[in-house]
């Protein structure tokens, strides 16, 4: 039977969040099938200001208040009852475990995308508990998930209605695995990078290193993205003062295109502030990516991961540029065997890990790895309906 009408639901979905994940790999799943000629709902609990540019034909909003709230999952069944689709794409995480097992029954047929990281509550303690509260609108959802007993995550994973359970990463496929998973309903579909990303579209502009202030003999390491505390940017700052003691031509290249002004401050009591460059701007993709490939080291120490595969890891390695992150959930998956990889939350292990990686070859820019593309992503999904 040939596919027409697709839902995707997932809620949470706003402006702001539309290019992180889980999101952002749920939008270019949308656009794929809609490429090959499927139609595509989007159902969520947030109204978004502006869906052009988005591919869904339809944008549907279950707003629910209160104590309807619980009863959001019954009110979207009853949607899908009505239309009728040919598939329903459930974004799930940990915490749909609380849902009753009918919440996601319907006639329809139904597929899950699990995006959640399975922590032990060991891993998050060793964090900092002042950063768990600053971030508690990441870090809470996982807290009560890691308590969730393994019987009980187990007993919800066989009373589930999916067809089939879709993971971005290995690491995560595992852990649902452990947790009584069957696998032959288990499918691995990683997610892709836009080209742009590609090493061979990013030589080294030294037109962009000279005007950013850098010398050639400076080991320059870019931190991009988020500067909030979970994703490791004031454990970054903390492990760069002790690395510069050991080598003085390191210098810390940081890219905040959300403007946070709390970063300025944060860079201004740090001793070797004189050493820390802020570029504080809007970029377009193009221009992010073209920063980014003046590195000889990126580093994303993340903490806590509040979703599988951040895109953030991927693009910094498809660059080809040595890649400093932490042991967290799936990111020595995704930064490969040529990553260097420091213990979460531990700042003098990450400044030994930054020295490190500084003594390796800088001048290798060449790829090491082909990595996916989107038009992957929408093959491996098309495959995978064609079994319903």
């Known amino acids: 039977m040939q596919p027409d009408?697709?839902?995707?639901?997932?809620?949470?979905?706003?402006?702001?969040?539309?290019?992180?994940?889980?999101?952002?790999?749920?939008?270019?799943?949308?656009?794929?099938?809609?490429?090959?000629?499927?139609?595509?709902?989007?159902?969520?609990?947030?109204k978004l200001p502006d869906i052009d540019g988005l591919p869904f034909d339809d944008y549907i909003i279950i707003n629910t208040r209160g104590f309807r709230r619980f009863l959001w999952h019954r009110y979207v069944?009853?949607?899908?009852?009505?239309?009728?689709?040919?598939?329903?794409?459930?974004?799930?995480?940990?915490?749909?475990?609380?849902?009753?097992?009918?919440?996601?029954?319907?006639?329809?047929?139904?597929?899950?995308?699990?995006?959640?990281?399975i922590y032990k509550t060991r891993e998050l303690l060793k964090i900092n508990l002042l950063k768990l509260i600053h971030g508690w609108k990441i870090s809470l959802i996982h807290i009560i998930g890691s308590l969730i007993p393994k019987y009980i995550i187990s007993k919800k994973i066989q009373q589930?209605?999916?067809?089939?359970?879709?993971?971005?990463?290995?690491?995560?496929?595992?852990?649902?695995?452990?947790?009584?998973?069957?696998?032959?309903k288990l499918r691995i579909i990683a997610p892709g990078i836009d080209p742009i990303w590609n090493t061979k579209a990013n030589v080294m502009n030294y037109e962009i290193r000279k005007r950013m202030?850098?010398?050639?003999?400076?080991?320059?390491?870019?931190?991009?993205?988020?500067?909030t505390p979970l994703r490791g940017f004031p454990l970054l700052l903390d492990a760069f003062k002790f690395a510069i003691v050991e080598q003085p031509r390191l210098r810390l290249f940081v890219i905040d295109r959300t403007i946070n002004h709390n970063v300025n401050d944060l860079i201004k009591r740090n001793p070797y502030r004189d050493r820390i460059f802020l570029l504080s701007s809007w970029l377009s993709p193009h221009e992010l990516a073209s920063h980014v490939a003046i590195s000889d080291l990126v580093a994303l120490p993340f903490e806590l991961l509040p979703s599988d595969a951040p895109l953030s890891v991927l693009e910094a390695r498809s660059l080809g540029i040595p890649l400093v992150i932490t042991s967290i959930a799936c990111l020595p998956e995704l930064g490969g065997k040529h990553a260097f990889i420091a213990e979460p939350s531990n700042p003098t292990s990450l400044?030994?890990?930054?020295?490190?990686?500084?003594?390796?070859?800088?001048?290798?820019?060449?790829?090491?790895s082909e990595l996916r593309n989107w038009n992957q992503v929408t093959e491996d999904w098309l495959s995978l309906i064609r079994c319903i």
């Open 213 to 227: 202030g850098f010398s050639d003999d400076d080991i320059v390491i870019t931190y991009f993205g988020s500067t």
């Open 77 to 117: 069944n009853m949607f899908i009852e009505e239309q009728k689709p040919f598939l329903a794409i459930w974004n799930i995480g940990l915490t749909s475990f609380f849902q009753p097992h009918w919440a996601y029954n319907s006639n329809c047929p139904s597929i899950a995308i699990f995006t959640s990281p």
């Open 160 to 184: 589930a209605p999916f067809l089939y359970w879709v993971t971005q990463t290995n690491t995560l496929a595992g852990q649902l695995l452990e947790h009584g998973l069957s696998p032959d």
């Open 351 to 368: 400044a030994r890990t930054l020295l490190t990686a500084a003594q390796c070859d800088l001048g290798n820019k060449s790829s090491l």
């Open 5 to 46: 009408k697709i839902l995707l639901i997932s809620q949470g979905l706003s402006q702001g969040n539309k290019n992180l994940q889980p999101w952002r790999y749920l939008i270019e799943l949308a656009n794929g099938l809609k490429t090959n000629g499927i139609s595509v709902s989007f159902i969520s609990d947030v």
